[in-house]
């Protein structure tokens, strides 16, 4: 089977999350985000674990979806990485309400194929289901890019360069870059 499709996520990969989190965990709950910014410790930071699911809800709502702007050159070069035959694919944990509101930001945004979009529970277990067609996935979080080398055996897997992620770079396979036209270029070449 051709492996054709890019597992791509959104939140911290096609637009920046984590500023819209660390302006709402500090507006909405008084809470202030370490300067490196690990999942864990944002979690850990509010005073419950209620608190923190609620800030990212409110991340979520359809308002703050519809007004985040993307990185830039983010959607020319998945429609570029499209061009290559390649099946770009959306994966989310997003919560499943968030779906319509998803859908059209991707859609008035310009990236290609918005109807391609798989809301997860945990994407990890999504991803395992359709490895075999899975040239790689370009994903912000760490646990996710880990999973893609060692359990999805990806020779590649990708990221928008982050605080908590930066240092992966030494890991074999782990490919992290601060521009997405220059990422699109290198997945392209590993063809
Ligand atoms: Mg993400």
Known sequence: MRKSIIAVDIDSTLYPFIDLWRKVAKSDFNVTFPT?????????????????????????????????????????ALIELMYEDFDIWYYTDRDEKTERATRFWLAVNNFPVPSNLVICKDKRDDLKRVRNELFTL?????????????????TNVYSIQHTYNENLKDIPGVNIFDDWLEMGEVIKCSK
């Open 36 to 76: 490196v910014m690990h999942w864990g410790q944002c979690i850990n930071s509010f005073e419950s674990f209620d608190d923190a699911m609620e800030s990212i809800k409110i991340c979520h709502s359809n308002e703050n979806i519809r007004e985040a702007a993307p990185y830039k050159n983010a959607a020319r």
């Open 138 to 154: 370009i994903d912000d979080r760490p646990r996710t890019l880990i999973h893609g080398l060692h359990n999805l055996n990806l």
